[in-house]
């Protein structure tokens, strides 16, 4: 079968957002999340995490099973948007996190 490509173009957008969201809420979920840590913790953490892989599994799948994307297409904003997140997930983490305390504390 031919893909269709009219308006869609390379990257995909979808799967940069989603897999942005996906990486994103993984690392958040691993090394953020510490709250009670027991079972019942653990097992909601899994349930997140194998969720929003599904997710953005089955949003890339569709992408090219519609025919809206090419298997590169997808790949690359897959890619790109796990990348992102890292960095992201990197700034927040290590450059935003400290300063919390400071920023709460302003009188607006």
Same mark, same amino acid.
């Given at each position: 079968?031919?893909?269709? /490509?009219?308006?869609? +173009? &390379?990257? =995909?957008?979808?799967?940069? !957002?989603?897999?942005?969201?996906? %990486?994103?809420? *993984? ?25 929003? /892989?599904?997710?953005? +599994? &089955?949003? =890339?799948?569709?992408?090219? !099973?519609?025919?809206?994307?090419? %298997?590169?297409? *997808? ?34």
């Amino acid at each position: 079968r031919e893909v269709v /490509l009219e308006e869609h +173009g &390379m990257p =995909s957008n979808h799967s940069q !957002y989603m897999w942005f969201v996906c %990486v994103y809420t *993984v690392l958040f979920t691993k090394y953020r999340l510490h709250h009670l840590g027991h079972r019942g913790e653990t097992i909601w953490k899994l349930i997140s995490v194998l969720l929003s /892989l599904s997710c953005a +599994g &089955m949003m =890339s799948y569709s992408r090219v !099973y519609l025919q809206y994307h090419t %298997v590169p297409q *997808v790949v690359w904003g897959s890619v790109i948007g796990g990348c992102a997140a890292i960095v992201w997930f990197l700034i927040t983490q290590f450059l935003l996190t400290p300063w919390f305390p400071t920023i709460s504390n302003w009188r607006i």
